[in-house]
């Protein structure tokens, strides 16, 4: 019985995690919110019979296009006759002809017309035009959606140009929507296009922590109203709020900003945690959002750390006393000093030669860990300037998990 319970909660997580509407709902309750401010000009488009223009601008996995999918949902619910939404992708159709062909495709799928593939593109821009006419003297808009919309300003920007001309007339009603991650998008348009562009800008920034400990709340907490039983709802809230109070907790969300502070990486993060449940327990602990970050934490660098060989470790943690000790410039031989300076004070057993020592050196350059600092070429290896690629605490993480790595290195590491 237990576990058919925990299954039926995981299932209501993973479909709170993969449901974009249900993320951002959470967001959508301010009237300073993007889903706001883009509903109301939506909204007062359609209701007022005007056109409109707009761009949606941010980084990756901020949430521009579940936001806008979330308001035209509502939309069409308000006006399910209202509105009609044609949708396209730069990736896809940023050459005109395509764009055009697809628009009248998606206007013929809508109206119920017969599309013909044979059209050429002015006989689709004059359809496009028509329909849209026809479509205002219904009082319907015309939502198009144009995501990545850089690359529809590439070439010669026609279809750009059709379109705002044609919402230039008295009798179309539409709205063009722009979806970009470049913030100078707007700044890509020729003359004649951005004259007939209305400038209005929606900036999707990434949530701040405050919002994100909203997010928390709003996809792990359970709701009381559902059909698994209380006792199990109440234990597993109770545990998911002690756990989003603790400070270790709070480290953890605290790399994750760092690293990529978006909703699409926290919700990345959330569903590696809630895959990592114990089914005995059937509870969240903090172990298993520990165990999520270390899965979505990619470090490439760590990675090929841990096929090192004990020569090259020495070596990178030679560099690193370098530049501790304030050596900006270094090459080989300053390695090699301080490489002996170690083995003199610690008589280790990790005594190479130095000809063992440069091959190591010359592999560290072959897998770019280390580079030169320097462009020239015709001076010999020892002797060109060189820096490591990487910082103090990838170096100190690489060696503790390095289980062959000698006690002393973790020891110069941590002087």
């Known amino acids: 019985m237990f576990q058919k319970t925990l299954e039926e909660a995981l299932l209501l997580l993973r479909k709170r995690l993969c449901d974009p ?72 159709h940023c050459d005109d002809n395509c764009a055009l062909k697809e628009i009248a ?23 496009m035009i028509a329909m849209l006419r026809e479509c205002g003297l219904a009082h319907k808009t015309v939502v198009f959606v144009l995501d990545e919309f850089d690359l529809f300003a590439q070439g010669k920007q026609r279809l750009l140009y059709s379109l705002l001309d044609a919402m230039q007339s008295v009798s179309s009603q539409a709205v063009v929507i722009g979806v970009s991650c470049r913030l100078d998008a707007d700044q890509l348009l020729e003359k004649r296009v951005r004259s007939r562009f209305s400038h209005r800008k929606i900036l999707f920034l990434p949530p701040e922590k405050d919002d994100l400990q909203r997010l928390l709340k709003h996809i792990l907490l359970l709701p009381i109203d559902s ?23 709070n480290e953890i969300t605290d790399k994750i900003i760092e690293s990529d502070s978006t909703v699409s990486n926290f919700v990345r993060f959330l569903f590696s945690a809630v895959s990592c449940i114990d089914l005995k327990s059937g509870y969240m602990t903090l172990e298993n959002f520990k165990s999520a970050l270390s899965t979505i934490h990619r470090q490439p660098k760590l990675d090929c750390l841990k096929d090192c060989s004990i020569l090259e470790l020495y070596i990178m943690v030679c560099m690193k006393r370098l530049e501790v000790k304030e050596q900006t410039s270094y090459n080989f031989n300053s390695v090699m000093k301080e490489y002996t300076i170690i083995q003199d004070s610690s008589q280790t057993v990790d005594n190479y030669s130095r000809n063992v020592c440069l091959r190591a050196f010359e592999h560290l350059l072959d897998r770019q860990l280390i580079q030169f600092a320097d462009r020239g070429h015709n001076q010999f290896i020892e002797f060109r300037p060189v820096k490591l690629l990487m910082s103090h605490f990838q170096l100190h993480q690489a060696l503790k998990s390095n289980r062959s790595c000698p006690p002393i290195l973790l020891k110069l590491m941590e002087k």
Not at 105 to 127: G, P, V, Y
Not at 237 to 248: C, E, G, M, Q, T
């Open 227 to 249: 059909s698994l039983p209380q006792d199990f709802v109440t234990g597993f809230n109770s545990r998911v709020s002690n756990i989003l109070a603790d400070k270790r907790f």
């Open 21 to 92: 509407d249900f993320i951002f709902s959470v967001f959508s309750d301010s009237p300073d919110s993007n889903y706001s401010k883009l509903k109301f000009i939506l909204a007062s488009s359609v209701t007022e019979a005007c056109n409109n223009s707009v761009l949606l601008l941010g980084p990756r996995g901020c949430g521009k296009i579940a936001v806008l999918d979330l308001v035209l949902q509502d939309l069409l619910k308000e006006y399910p006759d209202m509105i009609s939404v044609i949708k396209l992708n730069g990736l896809l």
């Open 105 to 127: 495709r998606q206007l013929c799928i809508e109206h119920e017309l017969m599309f013909s593939k044979m059209a050429s593109s002015d006989d689709n821009t004059e359809f």
